[in-house]
């Protein structure tokens, strides 16, 4: 079965919205020209709203705030979480702590989405396919 699509992380879906430098070019074209299906998972919801409550997300709060007319603007789909996810994300041998990123990475490889990041720790996943 090939790839039926694309999901972004967080920081991709962040800096697709407001037009960053930071989103590498291929990225950037996907988000741009890509016909194929374009996925936001929904821990990114959580994740963006939970870091700019708590402060860590100080410049993204007007994305915080309209956070569902940003996903509607971009044109993707949204990727509900469900128990395959959690459990594979959960039992996942992966010395990478960070559960917003355990989870993504369960979802591209259930879903056989390639996961548009430029975290360095996805590489360690042969499994995920990734782009930048």
């Given at each position: 079965?090939?790839?039926?699509?694309?999901?972004?992380?967080?920081?991709?879906?962040?800096?697709?919205?407001?037009?960053?430098?930071?989103?590498?070019?291929?990225?950037?074209?996907?988000?741009?020209?890509?016909?194929?299906?374009?996925?936001?998972?929904?821990?990114?919801?959580y994740?963006?709203?939970?870091?700019?409550?708590?402060?860590?997300?100080?410049?993204?709060?007007?994305?915080?705030?309209?956070?569902?007319?940003?996903?509607?603007?971009?044109?993707?789909?949204?990727?509900?979480?469900?128990?395959?996810h959690?459990?594979?994300?959960?039992?996942?041998?992966?010395?990478?702590?960070d559960?917003?990123?355990?989870?993504?990475?369960?979802?591209?490889?259930?879903?056989?989405?390639?996961?548009?990041?430029?975290?360095?720790?996805?590489?360690?996943?042969?499994?995920?396919?990734?782009?930048?």
């Amino acid at each position: 079965m090939g790839t039926v699509g694309y999901l972004l992380d967080t920081c991709a879906f962040l800096w697709s919205i407001q037009k960053d430098v930071k989103l590498g070019s291929k990225a950037n074209d996907i988000v741009k020209n890509c016909e194929t299906p374009l996925y936001l998972s929904a821990i990114s919801a959580y994740e963006i709203a939970y870091k700019h409550r708590i402060g860590k997300l100080p410049e993204y709060g007007e994305i915080s705030n309209n956070y569902f007319n940003f996903i509607q603007k971009l044109n993707v789909m949204e990727l509900p979480i469900n128990t395959h996810h959690t459990y594979f994300a959960g039992k996942l041998e992966w010395s990478h702590r960070d559960p917003f990123d355990r989870l993504l990475a369960a979802q591209a490889s259930i879903e056989n989405l390639v996961l548009i990041t430029n975290d360095s720790a996805f590489d360690t996943l042969p499994w995920v396919k990734t782009l930048w």
